[in-house]
């Protein structure tokens, strides 16, 4: 039996598909923004557990066992008053020993797009994706 704590692991394939872009969860959600909490509200509800897919600039790639976890540069939004800055945080599982590479070789600054469920969003700041897999 699980622990009430814990939460049950999603497979990816199973989440619904979201054709949320990375940059509306970003203009939704960082600070000083002119988005109503209602809205982040509703946000939340349609994307959570759904599956999505993006494309960011890698800031930082960490292995803990078997799982990688990749972090997006802070994305910033276009509205004027905004100071705050969103990030993506993916936790990955290399399908393959081609995945394993490309995550080995990959840089801060390149681009990498991912695929995967998006497990939280935190203090309007982070998205967490997890499970999630590397997008060729």
Same mark, same amino acid.
């Given at each position: 039996?699980?622990?009430?704590d ?9 989440? &619904?598909?979201s054709?949320?872009? +990375?940059?509306?969860?970003?203009? =939704?959600?960082?600070?000083?923004? %002119?988005?109503? *909490?209602?809205?982040r509200?509703?946000m ?16 930082e ?18 509205? &004027?008053?905004?100071?705050?800055? +969103?990030?993506?945080?993916?936790? =990955?599982?290399?399908?393959?020993? %081609?995945?394993? *590479? ?16 998006v ?7 982070v ?10």
């Open positions: 039996m699980a622990e009430p814990q939460k049950v692991q999603i497979n990816l394939n199973d989440a &619904p598909a054709p949320v872009t +990375l940059s509306e969860v970003v203009e =939704l959600f960082v600070l000083g923004g %002119n988005k109503t *909490q209602l809205q509200e509703t939340s509800q349609k994307i959570i557990g759904s599956r999505v897919s993006w494309s960011f600039k890698v800031y790639v960490a292995k803990d066992g078997e799982q990688y976890r990749v972090m997006s540069e802070m994305l910033g939004s276009s509205q &004027p008053n905004a100071f705050g800055k +969103l990030t993506v945080i993916a936790f =990955l599982n290399a399908r393959n020993s %081609n995945d394993e *590479q490309i995550l080995l070789k990959l840089d801060t600054g390149k681009q990498v797009k991912v695929r995967g469920v497990d939280s969003i935190n203090l309007r700041s998205v967490v994706l997890s499970p999630a897999e590397l997008v060729d």
